[in-house]
């Protein structure tokens, strides 16, 4: 198994380029031209030679400018050294709309014939070798999987890694681009997008006459970067109404106005940058994901997708994942001891330089050596026993579903009540659990499966029992286990529940106790009530009427040691990884005021909400 090189004091920036220009040729602001008319600014290093060389390519809405605020940057001359080092161009390109590329900017790399017109361009050059594969993580990756649909004859291989943003409807999601999670707005989008968005009354346009060597020399002291003022976005994120909170802030005019008010089933999310699951994929794929990334849920449905409905067997076999206990595209922070949030996952390092190379080896310069059929197919990290396993598929084969159904005497309002989970069926005559949520007064978001919201939540494991001292919380823990239980797939969540709001939501939230009563979030899901009949249609409740709501499965590998428990939480609220319902029944985002909603789970024999665990014992 690939692990780690020794960490090496890193070059600055001049350094860098004195060791690229010695290999390579460097063409900086290329402007690529579309079909349209519209040209993209492009970066190509290739090496100094006189033969045809594979591509590896990156799309991105970030600057990659090398000169900011006056000084050279090393990190996007590192990415291309190490490239060419092994023998590839490196080519990086911005998306439409954004820095030194012509055009309006839509969120993932819309239209998505750039990238098919970026393949050609680059296949006809004289100095490819015709073979193309893309790389990148976040928004650099989550373009590819729309544009790999397109069957371009060049796009030969994808490394993908914290791609959850590129999947609209997928197996049991459909977040249309993480936008939601159980037709609630996930809220990092907003704060992601006061930076990342493009007003275009602001934007400086350059004339069409100006050239690569003037945009370049241009670039030196003008890198088109807009400096945001810093948000505390702890408090930004409560304003409402929810639609005018990048305003509120001061921020660029965008495309947050349009997608804040697109339902779930909106045409429009079909018309972008999305792929999603009607969709052909003919492309072999690297998929890199995460456990604290907001995107593991439906990285993993496309993975087990693609695997079962790519064009054909080859590409369905040239599927390979692999699954770090880290945060959002922070593979590579891993160290002797990756602490993640406040817990510490052990040594969870991999050599991903290598992984990737070999990749590209293999599908753009045919090195059969690195054929990934010697590999192994899925590699997961189990937290708790802390160590890289291996498996043929995911959910691992030896993960048997087993139900625990929830159960309490009436009164498992926090850590305090008595709620627990348990392996057998509950009582015919349980009484429900009440709690009150009132959308003034949320359940906080402590940790979590969450990225890019500045300082409103921090990512990762958290010590959960204070939280849980909250009567808003209902609290399901099982006795602790005598021998270590491994719990490693998907987790499915079906509550029976009711309240006097014409909607409202239930959030689920997946715990390890430790025997010292450190609990730490593993995962956590939502569904919005009215869309519990599908997210086609909203339906609202009835007061008093009893429910069922199956959520969005939550995943996770975890050792659960002797003597530890496993834990459930359930409420109607974790903000602001989830945009706060106000129960009204309304459209949310343009109101201002909620109304508190009184809400009940059932678990009974008639109505026995249960989660589905997929347990692997030792």
């Not at 600057?63 to 291309?80: M, P, V």
């Not at 009354?201 to 020399?217: G, I, Q, Y």
């Given at each position: ?142 373009w590819q999987m729309a544009v790999a649909a397109l ?94 909170i990048i305003k509120n802030a001061n921020g660029q ?22 792929y999603h699951d009607n969709m052909p994929f003919g ?336």
């Open positions: 198994m690939a692990r780690f090189a020794h960490a090496q004091t890193p070059l600055n920036a001049a350094e860098v380029l004195q060791q690229l220009e010695q290999i390579a040729i460097i063409e900086q602001k290329v402007m690529m031209p579309m079909r349209d008319g519209v040209r993209l600014a492009t970066d190509i290093y290739r090496p100094k030679t006189d033969g045809r060389v594979p591509i590896i390519f990156s799309k991105t809405p970030y600057n990659f400018n090398n000169w900011g605020d006056g000084e050279q940057r090393a990190n996007n001359y590192q990415t291309a050294l190490d490239a060419v080092k092994r023998g590839y161009a490196y080519v990086v390109q911005n998306e439409r709309g954004k820095f030194f590329s012509e055009g309006e900017w839509d969120i993932l790399g819309s239209p998505t014939t750039d990238g098919y017109d970026a393949f050609s361009w680059m296949a006809k050059q004289p100095w490819s070798n015709g073979k193309i594969g893309t790389l990148g993580c976040s928004s650099t990756a989550e069957d371009h004859p060049a796009h030969a291989a994808m490394v993908a890694q914290g791609f959850g943003a590129g999947v609209g409807r997928v197996g049991g999601f459909m977040e249309q681009g993480n936008w939601y999670r159980g037709g609630a707005q996930q809220m990092l989008f907003t704060a992601w997008l006061y930076g990342t968005q493009v007003d275009a009354m602001a934007r400086p346009v350059f004339p069409k006459a100006a050239t690569s060597e003037d945009l370049a020399r241009v670039s030196r002291f003008y890198d088109l970067a807009p400096e945001m003022p810093k948000v505390d976005w702890a408090q930004g994120l409560r304003h409402l109404p929810v639609q005018d005019r965008g495309v947050y106005d349009k997608m804040i008010v697109r339902k779930p089933n909106d045409p429009d999310w079909y018309k972008g940058g999305l492309v072999p794929s690297f998929w890199f994901a995460s456990w604290y990334d907001v995107s593991t849920g439906p990285n993993l449905a496309l993975f087990n997708h693609v695997r079962k409905n790519a064009v054909d067997e080859a590409t369905r076999n040239a599927q390979y994942l692999v699954i770090a206990p880290t945060l959002h595209c922070a593979y590579k922070r891993a160290t002797a001891n990756t602490v993640v949030g406040e817990r510490s996952v052990g040594d969870a390092r991999l050599n991903y330089d290598d992984l990737t190379y070999g990749w590209f080896d293999y599908f753009l310069k045919g090195e059969t050596a690195k054929d990934p059929a010697k590999m192994p197919r899925v590699r997961y990290y189990t937290m708790g026993s802390n160590k890289w396993q291996t498996s043929e598929t995911w959910p691992p084969a030896n993960a048997q579903m087993t139900t625990y159904y929830l159960s309490s005497g009436g009164r498992a309002n926090s850590l305090y009540g008595d709620g627990k989970l348990l392996a057998t069926p509950p009582a015919a005559t349980e009484k429900p659990d009440a709690f009150t949520y009132d959308p003034a007064f949320p359940v906080p978001s402590y940790g979590g499966n969450v990225c890019c919201t500045g300082n409103a939540v921090q990512g990762g494991a958290f010590d959960q029992h204070q939280m849980e001292t909250r009567q808003d919380i209902l609290v399901y823990t099982t006795e602790p286990f005598a021998e270590g239980v491994e719990l490693s797939g998907n987790i499915e969540t079906t509550l029976y529940v009711a309240s006097d709001a014409k909607d409202t939501d239930f959030t689920v939230k997946l715990v390890d106790v430790y025997p010292d009563g450190r609990a730490y979030n593993l995962d956590e899901t939502i569904l919005r009530a009215r869309y519990r009949e599908g997210f086609d249609k909203a339906v609202m409740m009835e007061k008093g009427k009893v429910y069922k709501l199956t959520l969005s499965p939550m995943a996770t590998s975890n050792f659960f040691a002797p003597g530890h428990r496993i834990r459930i939480e359930v409420s109607s609220s974790n903000f602001p990884r989830f945009e706060r319902n106000l129960n009204t029944g309304g459209n949310n985002y343009d109101e201002t005021k909620g109304i508190v909603a009184h809400n009940q789970v059932f678990h009974t024999a008639k109505y026995p909400s249960q989660v589905r665990l997929p347990l692997v014992r030792k």
